[in-house]
């Protein structure tokens, strides 16, 4: 009589508990996460449930991005609360608020220097300057001459406290390494002048830019923004390993399927893609657990260093994912992430 054997399931030489990320770029305090879209409410808070989906994807830390005075305050006050950093500053594309500040911009910029120094240490720390320096593609929100003037007065905040910088550029590169370079940042990320290196984030610049920011002893970090076009993927093949960092800018940025990265994504072992990109619902159809379409997550952290593995041919993706790791844990001064 015959004997059925029960098939044994398939086991995946992917573990997916083995690869650990730090999200360097997660807008937090960006209403999606409440579940408002467009100021309007579509469906229940549910950034504790995404925020569970992080962890089982490997993301054990983030950094929230402080985009302005205001909100770099309740970017600290949620990294308190969750146990994870913040940096403190002004985004280019707000750099008006200087000047319409109720004692001028010397008042804006003391008022960062206050929040700084109120957090420096302990739980929910201040772990760099920025978001600051510069956007040409939007200077109908501020022109480049007042972007110029108060990226440059942050850059003091990072000499003054020892801080990384965390950078952002557009269509500006001249500019940007020029002041860099005037404010004593052109070698060694500034170490002469009381600097501490930092991040270009969300990089998108051709391969020769990234050469120069790396040589000026900056890291470059890379999201889904970072890998559009076959252009994006020959910057990104550019940067050299002990320079790179791995970022979402959630809730923007997604890796989507137009974009060139997709061809790489699609090697993507299943255990991993489940974690990385699980399915999602409209926020019409919201249903509590589930992503929601159109909004990017930390999760997908993974998805980018799976496309920055497979342009480093050769190199295994636990080898890619501990570099970044490496990299992020020395500049930022997350030592307490290894423990």
């Not at 690869?19 to 209403?31: C, E, K, S, Y």
């Not at 929040?115 to 200077?139: F, H, M, P, W």
């Not at 910088?165 to 060694?188: M, Q």
């Not at 255990?271 to 999602?280: D, G, I, T, W």
Request: with cysteine.
């Amino acid at each position: 009589m015959p004997v059925t054997v029960a098939s044994r399931p398939t086991v995946t030489a992917v573990d997916p508990r083995q690869f650990r990320f730090i999200d360097i770029a997660v807008n937090l305090t960006d209403p999606v996460f409440r579940g408002f879209h467009h100021g309007r409410q579509k469906h229940d808070d549910d950034l504790e449930a995404m925020l569970e989906r992080c962890k089982a994807a490997g993301v054990r830390s983030m950094i929230i991005t402080g985009g302005s005075l205001h909100e770099s305050k309740e970017s600290l006050e949620l990294a308190k609360q969750h146990n994870f950093y913040a940096t403190v500053g002004c985004h280019p594309t707000r750099s008006k608020q200087f000047d319409q500040f109720k004692s001028g911009p010397e008042g804006y910029l003391q008022e960062l220097d206050k929040v700084i120094e109120q957090n420096l240490s302990g739980k929910g720390r201040a772990v760099a300057v920025g978001e600051c320096g510069l956007d040409y593609d939007r200077t109908h929100f501020a022109s480049p001459e007042t972007q110029r003037t108060h990226f440059r007065s942050q850059l003091s905040l990072a000499k003054k406290y020892h801080l990384p910088l965390f950078l952002h550029s557009r269509a500006a590169h001249a500019d940007f390494v020029k002041i860099l370079r005037e404010e004593g940042f052109g070698e060694d990320g500034g170490k002469a002048v009381g600097g501490k290196g930092g991040v270009v984030h969300s990089f998108t610049g051709p391969p020769e830019e990234a050469i120069e920011l790396m040589d000026m002893g900056f890291h470059i970090g890379v999201n889904g923004c970072s890998m559009k076009t076959t252009e994006n993927l020959a910057a990104v093949r550019a940067i050299r390993p002990e320079k790179i960092m791995f970022e979402t800018d959630a809730p923007w940025c997604s890796l989507t399927s137009t974009h060139a990265s997709k061809a790489h994504l699609n090697s993507l072992p299943p255990s991993l893609n489940s974690l990385y990109f699980p399915p999602a619902t409209k926020p019409e159809s919201f249903m509590y657990g589930k992503p929601v379409k159109g909004r990017n997550e930390p999760t997908a952290i993974g998805g980018v260093a799976w496309v920055v593995h497979k342009l480093n041919e050769g190199v295994p993706f636990e080898k890619v994912t501990e570099k970044a790791w490496k990299n992020t844990v020395e500049v930022f001064g997350l030592e307490e992430l290894n423990a």
